[in-house]
Structure formats: C-alpha cells, structure tokens
T-cell receptor, first 116, second 110 residues
Framework: GAVVSQHPSWVICKSGTSVKIECRSLDFQATTMFWYRQFPKQSLMLMATSNEGSKATYEQGVEKDKFLINHASLTLSTLTVTSAHPEDSSFYIC????????????FGDGTRLSIL | QKEVEQDPGPLSVPEGAIVSLNCTYSNSAFQYFMWYRQYSRKGPELLMY????GNKEDGRFTAQVDKSSKYISLFIRDSQPSDSATYLCAMSAGDDKIIFGKGTRLHILP
C-alpha cells in the first residue's frame, strides 16, 4: 500500500521551456503532498507543501512564480517549472501522506530534469 | 550546528556483517523518527518509523532511538549486496515537516 507514482521519470529540454511533473497517489487519498529537490550526493530539500484545494506553502528561497504547484484533487499534484534554465536541472521528488495527523511520507521515484 | 547530522560515508562492509548507521540531532522537539533507503536515481523508500525512544525490529532491520542522547541508529543484520544503497535518517516534531539527514552511502561487498 501507499504507492506514489511520479511522471515523467526523466526530462531533457531546452532552456526557456516549461516542464510539468505529475505526482499521483495510486491507492490512497493524499490530503498533503510535498515537493523536494535533491542535488547529487545531497539530502532532500523541501520546496513546498501542497494541500488539496488550497495554495501551496513554499519554503524560504523557493520562487513560487518559478515553481508552480497545483493540487487539484486528493490523488494528484503537479509541479511546473516555468521557463526552465540549466541551474534548474536537478532531481525532483514528490511525496504524500495517506491520512490526518502525523504520518510518514511515501515518495515517488523522482523526475530527473536536465535543461540544456 | 545542523539540525540533523549524518556521516555521508561511504561505508563498505563485507556481506553477512552487521551494519550500524546512525544520526544525531539537536532539536529536542523531534518525536517521530524514520529511516529511508534510496537506491540510485530512485525515490526514498520508508524502512522504519518509530515514535519517541526505544527499539523497533522488522526482519533484519532494527531501529533504536535514544532521545536523551539525541541519537538514532539503524542496524542491518546479515547484510546482503542488495542492501547497498543510501540510507537517510529523517525526523519530525509532529508537524508536516520532515528534516532529513544527508544520507549514508552503504556498500555491501560480496
């Protein structure tokens, strides 16, 4: 149980392109989803917390106009990297919690984004 | 001092050995402690989830939490090459946020 699917797994695109990443909870309803960024050999850095039906809460230093998050249903959240540049190249991972209260997060397999 | 400290390794041990991984932390408000395993180019997979101090065992894995010392450990018995991965400790004070360690790269040598 508690399976999170992320798509696509790998994206290569030109600078200036906008890229959308989807995160789905397959076998549970996720009131809260999280978006992380991970650089090589580094830990996960939380970018934003997404609650279904409301605006995402962004961490300090994360540009909300650059990283658009939509959580339109209890099973789907999307992250759009707008006008991506090479410095946005990274591994983006989403996670979700299956219920109310303190729950461990379950992660998708991540999206490797490469901007040329 | 960072909130969560974890030796990045790499840690290399022979197959069959007992592996000991650990993290220290500074925030006494942390109550929930987790260990995740991450294979290369994959998302983290939850291994262990514990609340407050004590031990928890699941198969070959044992998690220990010592809140008085602000120290948590993960033990892997009868280690196998398939255990080779990065192990991330993580902890939470009970809100939505989880703070991760940097991860320890583990290599099990056949």
């Amino acid at each position: 149980g508690a399976v999170v699917s992320q798509h696509p797994s790998w994206v290569i695109c030109k600078s200036g392109t906008s890229v959308k990443i989807e995160c789905r909870s397959l076998d549970f309803q996720a009131t809260t989803m999280f978006w992380y960024r991970q650089f090589p050999k580094q830990s996960l850095m939380l970018m934003a917390t997404s609650n279904e039906g409301s605006k995402a809460t962004y961490e300090q230093g994360v540009e909300k106009d650059k990283f658009l998050i939509n959580h339109a249903s209890l099973t789907l959240s999307t992250l759009t990297v707008t006008s991506a540049h090479p410095e946005d190249s990274s591994f983006y991972i989403c996670s979700a919690t299956p219920g109310q209260g303190v729950q461990p997060q379950h992660f998708g397999d991540g999206t490797r984004l490469s901007i040329l | 001092q960072k909130e969560v400290e974890q030796d990045p390794g790499p840690l290399s041990v022979p197959e069959g050995a007992i592996v000991s991984l650990n993290c220290t932390y500074s925030n006494s408000a942390f109550q929930y402690f987790m260990w995740y395993r991450q294979y290369s180019r994959k998302g983290p997979e939850l291994l262990m989830y514990t609340y407050s101090s004590g031990n928890k065992e699941d198969g070959r894995f044992t998690a220990q939490v010592d809140k008085s010392s602000k120290y948590i450990s993960l033990f892997i018995r009868d280690s196998q090459p398939s255990d080779s991965a990065t192990y991330l400790c993580a902890m939470s004070a009970g809100d939505d946020k989880i703070i991760f360690g940097k991860g320890t790269r583990l290599h099990i040598l056949p």
